[in-house]
T-cell receptor
Framework: AQSVTQLGSHVSVSEGALVLLRCNYSSSVPPYLFWYVQYPNQGLQLLLKYTTGATLVKGINGFEAEFKKSETSFHLTKPSAHMSDAAEYFCAVSHYGGSQGNLIFGKGTKLSVKP | EPEVTQTPSHQVTQMGQEVILRCVPISNHLYFYWYRQILGQKVEFLVSFYNNEISEKSEIFDDQFSVERPDGSNFTLKIRSTKLEDSAMYFC????????????FGDGTRLSIL
């Protein structure tokens, strides 16, 4: 069975500081990995995805994530936080074999950005 | 950019009543999904739909739930007899046919059961 663990339900950084949101996954097949962001009262917006190929993937709003198979991790980073980055971030795993690609989400990490 | 639209944004229903949540997926997408998010909890998969039939469903998706694609554009989730614990945000998502394409989510319907 697949699962996703996000360490830290709440992360607080200062504006301009590095953002690091952690995600570890468990999957018996090569995973497809995603980060979604949820602003208050809105749906889930895709930040970035890893399917195959380059393990460092770049997404929108300056975010990037690196797939590390040996560590079963897919941590999300941004060099310099902006106030507008305050939101909840969800890591998700999927495989497109027999399951038609349903996503398994982590519990989410709420990011706060202090001025 | 095309998007998934969901209506209504907020639905208030008495316990025991039927409710239908509506979604219009992105027009050329082939896979459709419903997820729910109970307040303060993680997003949970309910059901996936492809080629006019359910392809996978979770344990949450019991006999009280059903999905339908009544025409070429809408995708609906019906809860036959709502319970208090059905109160949640319900998200619809759709995905194009290629396996490496991501799911695109709507803004959700907040369902409140009284």
């Amino acid at each position: 069975a697949q699962s996703v663990t996000q360490l830290g339900s709440h992360v607080s950084v200062s504006e301009g500081a590095l953002v690091l949101l952690r995600c570890n996954y468990s999957s018996s097949v090569p995973p497809y990995l995603f980060w979604y962001v949820q602003y208050p009262n809105q749906g889930l917006q895709l930040l970035l995805k890893y399917t195959t190929g380059a393990t460092l993937v770049k997404g929108i709003n300056g975010f990037e994530a690196e797939f590390k198979k040996s560590e079963t991790s897919f941590h999300l980073t941004k060099p310099s936080a902006h106030m507008s980055d305050a939101a909840e971030y969800f890591c998700a795993v999927s495989h497109y074999g027999g399951s038609q690609g349903n996503l398994i989400f982590g519990k989410g990490t709420k990011l706060s950005v202090k001025p | 950019e095309p998007e998934v639209t969901q209506t209504p944004s907020h639905q208030v229903t008495q316990m025991g009543q039927e409710v239908i949540l509506r979604c219009v997926p992105i027009s050329n997408h082939l896979y459709f999904y419903w997820y729910r998010q109970i307040l303060g909890q993680k997003v949970e998969f309910l059901v996936s739909f492809y080629n006019n039939e359910i392809s996978e469903k979770s344990e949450i998706f019991d006999d009280q739930f059903s999905v339908e694609r009544p025409d070429g554009s809408n995708f609906t989730l019906k809860i036959r007899s709502t319970k208090l614990e059905d109160s949640a945000m319900y998200f619809c998502a759709s995905r194009a046919g290629l396996s490496n394409q991501p799911q695109h989510f709507g803004d959700g319907t907040r369902l409140s059961i009284l």
